[in-house]
C-alpha cells in the first residue's frame, strides 16, 4: 500500500494549485510572442470559438458547436449507469461482453447523434467486481478503426492491459483475463488505448465506469452513487466535432472548454435526496482534457476516497476539490436537512491547466419534503494506508513541448512516443523514485500503467513544498513550473505506458514506455 500527495485538491491549501502572478505573466508574454496571441492564456472556454473565426480555414467552426445548455435537455432525473451483467455461472468468476459500435442516440433537439459506445450506451455498463475475482472480459471491436480496453488503475498482466501495443483490428474479437488484486477495492474506469486516437475515440462517448468491492469497506452501509463526468462536443448537425478533435491534438487547447459537461451522460441532471441524507458519491473525471474543480453549493463534504481506493482516515470539513483528467474521488456527502431546496454540484473553474473551462452547474440536488435524516459518523480509520519502504533506484521524467509549446509535439525526456523504443527501465519489486518534471506553462496529469503509486515530494520553483495527506494515486497532476516526486514500485512484468492524460498531449505524442524485467 502507499501514499501520495493529495494537498493541491482541498481548499485550504488550494492557493498552492492556482496559477501565480509570475507564472500568468510568463503565459501571456509567450502567447504575446506566438501567432496565436489572439487566444488567452487562462480563459478562453468561451471566447476561443470567436477568435478561431479568424484563423485561415477556420472561419466560424468552433462556433457552430453545440455547446450552450440550452439546446440540450436539464433537469431530467439523473440516470444510473447500466452494470453489466455477469454472465459466469462459476463461483468467485466474472464473465461478460463488451461491443464497441457506433450507434444513433438522441441528445439535442431535432437531432440524432452517432455515439461509439459499448453495448450501445453512454456512459457505457458499470463492471462491478470484487477482490480476488478472475475475470474473463470478451472485447468486439466492431468500429471502423483499431480500438484496445484498458482497465485503467487496475493492476493487470501487461499483455492485459488493453495498451497501444495490443490493438484489437476493426472487426475482430479477443477475451481480456485477469485477477483482481486483493487490496484494490476502488473506483476506476475504463476506455480505448489506440495508437493516435484515443481522443477520438473517447471524445465519440467510448468511457465507462469500473468499481472493485471488498467485504472490508467502512462506508459500504452508505447509499452510493456513481458519477461520470464526460465532456461531449457537437456540431451543428447534431454530429460529434471531429474537426474539433483534429484540432486538439493541435495541443489540445481547442478542444478546452467548448465540450458540455455531462453527468452520466446528461446535462445538468436532478438527483433527489431527502432532508438530511448521507450518501457516498463515486466521482470519476472522464473527461479527455478538463479539469474540475468540485465544490457542492452551500455545503462541506467529507473525502474517503481516491484513485486506489479509501484513504487511511476520513478527509473532513472540504469546500473543493480538484480532480485532473481520469483521476477519481469518492466523497460523502450530508445534505442540508432543508425541505424543498435545491444545491448544484458545481465545476467551480481552474486555470493553472489551461484545459479547465469557466465552470458552471454540474447536477441539481434536490431535497424532498418529510422528516430529516439523523446524521451519519464516519470511522476514523478507514483502512491502513502503508508506505512501500525505501527506494533502491530514482528515474527522471521530463515534460516538455517542441514548437511554440501549444502545437506539440508533446514530449517526455524530449523525445515523443515510439511504441517501439524503451524509455525507462525497472524490474518486478523494485522499489522507485520518480522525479516528474514539468518545463511547460500547462499542467500534466501523468498516469503510470500497471500500479498505484505515493507522492513524496513536491518543487515548487526550486522550494521545496509539503506534499499532504497519504493515500493511493494512479494519475498525478504535475502543475507547470513544477516537480513532484513519487515512490513506486511494479509488480509483473512486461512492457507499460507512462503518458500525459490530457489525450490530445497523450495523442500528440506526451507518452513513453516503461520495460518491467523480472526479478
Known amino acids: 500500500m ?34 496565436m496571441a489572439s487566444l488567452s492564456a487562462l480563459a478562453y472556454p468561451r ?3 470567436a477568435q478561431m473565426g479568424g484563423m485561415p480555414g477556420m472561419s466560424g467552426m468552433m462556433g457552430r458547436w453545440f455547446t450552450s445548455g440550452s439546446v440540450w435537455p436539464t433537469g431530467l432525473p439523473l440516470r444510473q449507469v447500466d452494470v453489466l451483467a455477469n454472465t459466469s455461472l462459476v463461483a468467485d468468476e466474472f464473465a461478460g461482453m463488451l461491443v464497441a459500435a457506433p450507434y444513433l442516440a438522441s441528445l439535442v433537439s431535432g437531432h440524432t447523434t452517432e455515439l461509439w459506445g459499448y453495448n450501445n450506451t453512454f456512459p457505457g455498463p458499470l463492471i462491478e467486481l470484487w477482490e480476488g475475482q478472475r475475470v474473463t472480459i470478451n472485447f468486439a471491436n466492431r468500429l471502423g478503426l483499431e480500438s484496445t480496453v484498458h482497465w485503467h ?3 493487470v498482466p501487461a499483455d492485459q492491459d ?11 474479437d479477443r477475451a481480456y483475463t485477469f485477477d483482481v488484486p486483493l487490496g484494490s477495492a476502488g473506483t476506476y474506469w475504463y476506455h480505448p488505448h489506440a495508437h493516435q486516437t484515443t481522443t477520438l475515440q473517447v471524445g465519440h462517448g467510448l468511457a465507462a465506469p469500473l468499481i472493485v468491492r471488498s467485504a472490508d469497506d467502512p462506508p459500504a452501509t452508505l447509499p452510493e452513487v456513481t458519477l461520470m463526468v464526460t465532456s461531449l462536443s457537437l456540431d451543428q448537425s447534431g454530429r460529434v466535432a471531429t474537426a474539433a478533435t483534429a484540432m ?3 495541443g489540445g487547447m481547442m478542444m478546452a472548454g467548448n465540450g458540455v459537461l455531462l453527468v452520466n451522460g446528461q446535462k445538468l441532471p436532478l438527483h433527489a435526496m431527502t432532508p438530511g441524507a448521507t450518501e457516498r458519491w463515486r466521482i470519476i473525471n472522464a473527461t479527455a482534457d478538463r479539469y474540475l474543480r468540485l465544490g457542492l453549493d452551500g455545503h462541506r463534504f467529507t473525502v474517503v476516497g481516491t484513485d486506489g481506493g479509501l484513504l487511511g482516515q476520513p478527509l473532513p470539513g472540504l469546500t473543493e476539490w480538484l480532480l485532473a483528467p481520469a483521476q477519481r474521488v469518492e466523497i460523502v456527502v450530508t445534505i442540508a436537512a432543508q425541505q424543498s431546496a435545491r444545491h448544484a454540484l458545481r465545476d467551480l473553474g481552474y486555470g ?10 454540474l447536477m441539481t440536488v434536490e431535497t424532498g419534503r418529510g422528516p430529516a435524516q439523523a446524521p451519519v459518523e464516519l470511522p476514523a480509520v478507514l483502512r491502513p494506508v502503508a508506505d512501500l519502504g525505501p527506494a533502491t533506484a530514482q528515474q527522471r521524467v521530463v515534460l516538455s513541448a517542441a514548437g511554440m509549446g501549444m502545437m506539440g509535439p508533446f514530449l517526455i525526456n524530449g523525445k515523443s512516443f515510439d511504441m517501439n523504443r524503451v524509455d525507462l527501465e525497472t524490474v518486478v519489486g523494485r522499489v522507485e523514485l520518480w522525479d516528474l518534471v ?20 513536491r518543487t515548487v ?9 497519504p493515500a493511493w494515486l494512479d494519475t498525478v497532476n504535475v502543475p507547470a513550473g513544477e516537480t513532484i516526486t513519487i515512490k513506486t514500485r511494479q509488480t509483473l512484468p512486461g512492457r507499460r505506458m507512462f503518458h500525459c492524460h490530457i489525450l490530445p498531449h497523450e495523442d500528440a505524442g506526451m507518452m513513453a514506455v516503461l520495460d518491467v524485467q523480472a526479478s
Open 153 to 155: 488503475g487496475l493492476q
Open 461 to 469: 520553483r526550486g522550494v521545496a513544498a509539503p506534499v499532504g495527506y
Open 162 to 172: 488493453g495498451s497501444p501495443m495490443d490493438p484489437v483490428a476493426a472487426g475482430n
Open 352 to 361: 493553472g491547466g489551461m484545459m479547465g473551462g469557466a465552470g458552471g452547474a
Open 47 to 49: 471566447s476561443a470559438s
Open 438 to 457: 514539468n518545463v511547460t506553462f500547462m499542467d500534466h496529469p501523468i498516469h503510470i500503467h500497471g500500479t498505484q503509486f505515493q507522492v513524496v515530494g
Open 2 to 35: 502507499s501514499a501520495f500527495w493529495i494537498e493541491e485538491c482541498f481548499r485550504p491549501l488550494m492557493n498552492q494549485c492556482l496559477i501565480s502572478e509570475e507564472q500568468i505573466m510568463r503565459r501571456r508574454q509567450f502567447l504575446q510572442a506566438s501567432a
Open 248 to 250: 486538439a491534438g493541435m
